[in-house]
């Protein structure tokens, strides 16, 4: 109980300090290292509002650090089948989605039915095209249009040819690489092999760099390096499972592969994206609402003939916990849901 009151004491002290602007104690170091947008997010989707989005972001990141604290504990239902799970990874947290191709199918998403880029991941899920999902996470490297800076493939069309340009920032960090998706399982390649290959994908998303590739770390990875960002990324095993990993802590490219590498055994695994990166994962109580993205990928059950809708039942069993609630606020207010509560702060 102590420990608990001294949680909430604790971050009470963190958001007076961020509405004020002037961070207090330890918050100015939380937000240099978990919160900065990526200098090198493809150059790619910051525009001239990073500045008014990063404060939104930053305020309700520790909002939903709340929530999920020891201070305030509001966690979602786990569901049976367990796809997501936490994992504490040379000292750091990550949540891990482990998704077999038998029993569910993975498709990207890029454009809602009035033409426009979902965004983000709610628009996505509280669409009629995300009524299913039973997990989502950003998937690739977008531009200011939030369209693909890479290959992507939907539903069997290529909507952007792939992009073996040299330049800055991660997605050019060679070899950058490819998830893709078929009738019969998935992969992850490099960009070369993939063009050389040519696999007859169903959905496929180009980003960079790659993680991990055939069982080695990519090659620029010495050491740990000076970048520590939030992280996601796939892997695949075997052909018919995959693996998916988002960092709660800023993390080095060279942990994050290991990560991949080490315990989640992907010969090869491709980054997606620093930063801004997001899960809907309610099987953990994950419903990263507010960062701006631009590809998604999102998993489905495969119903049986004749049964219900398995993403529906999924979702109405894991609702509640905690979330941040975007729409509806005012001027300079974030709303929470805690426990079924409504909680605002300005």
Not at 73 to 85: E, K, M
Not at 234 to 252: K, Y
Not at 322 to 337: C, F, H, L, T, Y
Request: aromatic share 6%; with cysteine; net charge positive.
């Amino acid at each position: 109980m102590l420990r608990e009151i001294c949680n909430v004491r604790r971050w009470r002290v963190v958001f007076r300090s961020l509405l004020s602007g002037q961070p207090a104690g330890g918050a100015g170091a939380v937000l240099r290292g978990a919160v900065a947008p990526d200098p090198d997010h493809g150059g790619e989707a910051w525009s001239g509002r990073r500045q008014g989005i990063r404060a939104v972001v930053v305020r309700a990141s520790l909002l939903a650090a709340v929530a999920t604290s020891g201070g305030v504990a509001a966690t979602g239902v786990a569901h049976a089948d367990g796809l997501c799970r936490k994992l504490t990874f040379e000292g750091v947290g990550h949540v891990v989605c482990e998704i077999s191709l038998r029993d569910h199918q993975v498709r990207m998403y890029l454009r809602g039915a009035d033409g426009q880029p979902y965004g983000r991941l709610s628009r996505l899920v509280d669409s009629p095209a995300g009524r299913e999902l039973v997990m989502a996470i950003n998937g690739g490297m977008y531009g200011d249009d939030r369209g693909p800076v890479g290959l992507f493939v939907e539903g069997g069309k290529q909507l952007r040819a792939a992009n073996t340009r040299r330049g800055s920032g991660n997605f050019h960090m060679k070899p950058n690489g490819v998830f893709y998706v078929t009738a019969s399982g998935a992969g992850v390649l490099t960009t070369e092999r993939y063009l050389r290959q040519k696999p007859r994908a169903l959905y496929a998303t180009q980003s960079g760099p790659m993680l991990v590739i055939d069982g080695k770390l990519h090659p620029r990875f010495a050491g740990e390096g000076q970048s520590l960002k939030i992280r996601n990324g796939v892997g695949v095993r075997g052909g018919g499972t995959v693996v998916f990993a988002i960092s709660d802590q800023p993390v080095s490219f060279g942990s994050f592969a290991r990560l991949f590498r080490d315990v989640l055994k992907t010969p090869d695994a491709l980054y997606l994206d620093g930063s801004i990166s997001s899960i809907y994962a309610p099987d953990v109580g994950r419903r990263d609402w507010l960062y701006p993205v631009g590809p998604i990928i999102g998993v489905a059950p495969r119903a049986a003939p004749g049964s219900s809708s398995g993403g529906a039942n999924h979702r109405r069993r894991a609702a509640g916990g905690a979330g941040i609630v975007a729409g509806g606020a005012s001027a300079g207010e974030i709303r929470v849901k805690i426990g079924g509560a409504l909680a605002r702060f300005r």
